[in-house]
């Protein structure tokens, strides 16, 4: 085990420990809502970073055509839980988020983005292969709770495919795709990782879900008992100031601000969960008596701050104008999670467990201050950074996603097609505008989001034919997908 002090000050690979950063608010109290068009009285203390002079600035988006450079470096940030109006820049009327902010505001903010599946590991499956998560065993566990299942490193993924292309490629934080021997990120393309093989874990002992040590750096186990969005935000400013001698992909998945509901500072609260985690509480890290809209928001915040040391070592770099920044969640919130005007929320195939915020920014190529409203889900970004990267997917293991590349450089209208959604007990299709989608009750329903995006007005009745071409795509898709371990 390679061991570090948790009092030490600075992080011997970096050379210098992070500070909270100070941050800047501003006025302008139903700011951010517009973005989701609805109005909130909001005190002036609270009020959220992104003015609407911001939002009013932005611009649907317009490719930049005619713009050349080398293929990217790529920075994927993923949030944990984080819900579809946890930013300012979405909505939220008590969280500042000015980094995340400002990221959008220097590229494009997508306002119709949605994760590949509406609980963890089955949307970073994914992302991961850019496929349907039911195309794999280890994507039918939802998520993976146990050591029984994984993603087979026989399987192509982003990092294999772009490492084939000449890319360095890391994962530093979350990967919840299968625990060791079998599965690791360093067996699914990955040159480097550092971070956590489960699902949670304490923010400061690095305790999961069974009680086990859950900081790796490779396969081995890595001591640090200091805060863990501190350390990975170390790991990854550190890995992107490197002289790198080629293009790189850096997948960075924080666990903020996923449960249990410890910030910063939290030591007692940490500590209490680490006594029931030893005493053989197998739902102590789930948290359900702790947490606040208040230490919600106060995570959400250090997330944010965090994104902004990363980004301000990418830019002292020198690499910022060549690097392509794509942040997101990988899925919906969770109960202190801010989701107006969306219905529904992590584990539900409604609007508010698969729609996510995200953004994009890569200055060589993509203006700033647009937004999309482009219905795009988590495979789609593994077509588009393997084209993007000059990686061919593999013709063994066709993508289910489409690549975005010629919608984000040459204004290319991307085909109509479907976006599909599996997960045990609902089922949900969206084409166009209109959603088809079969909840816990089985009944099924049909919503026109351009008006209704709270999914409350249920046109089934009234649109039948609709209903029943939607319903037979969903199950034609389906049909095609691995089927669920019965008894299970």
């Not at 067996?187 to 879900?209: H, I, V």
């Not at 989001?449 to 898709?477: H, I, M, N, V």
Request: aromatic share 10%; with cysteine.
């Amino acid at each position: 085990m390679t061991t570090r002090d948790s009092n030490a000050s600075s992080d011997k690979r970096s050379g210098s420990p992070l500070s909270r950063r100070a941050f800047t608010t501003a006025v302008g109290a139903t700011a951010a809502t517009a973005a989701v068009g609805v109005q909130t009285s909001v005190p002036a203390a609270a009020a959220p970073v992104t003015t609407s002079g911001d939002l009013a600035r932005e611009r649907p988006f317009r490719a930049a055509r005619g713009r050349h450079a080398r293929r990217p470096n790529i920075l994927f940030i993923l949030g944990d839980d984080l819900g579809w109006a946890d930013l300012s820049s979405y909505g939220a009327p008590h969280i500042r988020t000015p980094h995340l902010d400002r990221l959008g505001q220097q590229g494009v903010r997508f306002t119709q983005s949605y994760s590949g599946s509406a609980t963890c590991s089955p949307t970073r499956f994914s992302l991961y292969t850019g496929r349907y998560p039911g195309r794999t065993r280890g994507g039918l566990a939802e998520p993976i709770a146990d050591r029984s299942a994984g993603l087979e490193p026989t399987h192509p993924t982003l990092a294999s495919l772009l490492r084939g292309a000449g890319y360095s490629t890391a994962l530093i934080g979350k990967w919840h795709c299968g625990y060791l021997p079998d599965y690791s990120p360093t067996r699914s393309g990955y040159d480097e990782f550092f971070g956590n093989f489960g699902g949670a874990l304490e923010y400061y002992s690095k305790l999961g879900l069974g009680g086990e040590y859950d900081l790796y750096e490779g396969d081995a186990e890595y001591k640090d008992l200091r805060y863990y969005t501190r350390i990975l935000t170390e790991r990854a400013s550190e890995y992107v100031r490197r002289d790198h001698s080629e293009p790189w992909l850096l997948n960075l998945n924080f666990t903020t601000p996923h449960w249990p509901w410890i910030a910063e500072g939290d030591t007692e609260a940490g500590a209490e969960v680490v006594r029931r985690i030893k005493a053989g509480d197998r739902g102590a890290l789930r948290h359900a008596d702790g947490g606040s809209v208040e230490k919600y928001t106060e995570m959400v915040e250090d997330l944010d701050r965090s994104v902004g040391e990363v980004l301000k070592a990418l830019k002292k770099s020198g690499q910022e104008e060549d690097t392509l920044v794509f942040f997101a969640s990988d899925n919906g919130g969770e109960r202190f999670s801010y989701n107006w005007p969306l219905s529904g929320s992590k584990g539900s195939l409604q609007e508010g467990g698969i729609r996510v915020p995200s953004v994009l920014r890569w200055p060589a190529r993509v203006d700033g201050r647009q937004v999309s409203d482009l219905p795009v889900f988590s495979p789609d970004w593994t077509a588009t950074l393997l084209e993007l990267g000059g990686a061919r997917p593999d013709p063994a293991y066709p993508l289910d996603g489409v690549s975005l590349a010629g919608y984000l450089l040459r204004d290319e209208a991307p085909k109509e097609r479907d976006l599909f959604w599996r997960v045990r007990g609902e089922r949900a299709l969206r084409r166009g505008d209109w959603k088809y989608y079969r909840g816990r009750s089985g009944v099924d329903q049909l919503f026109d989001l351009a008006g209704d995006q709270r999914e409350q007005a249920d046109r089934a009745a009234a649109e039948p034919e609709r209903l029943a071409a939607l319903r037979a795509s969903w199950e034609r898709t389906a049909s095609g997908l691995l089927p669920y371990p019965t008894g299970s």
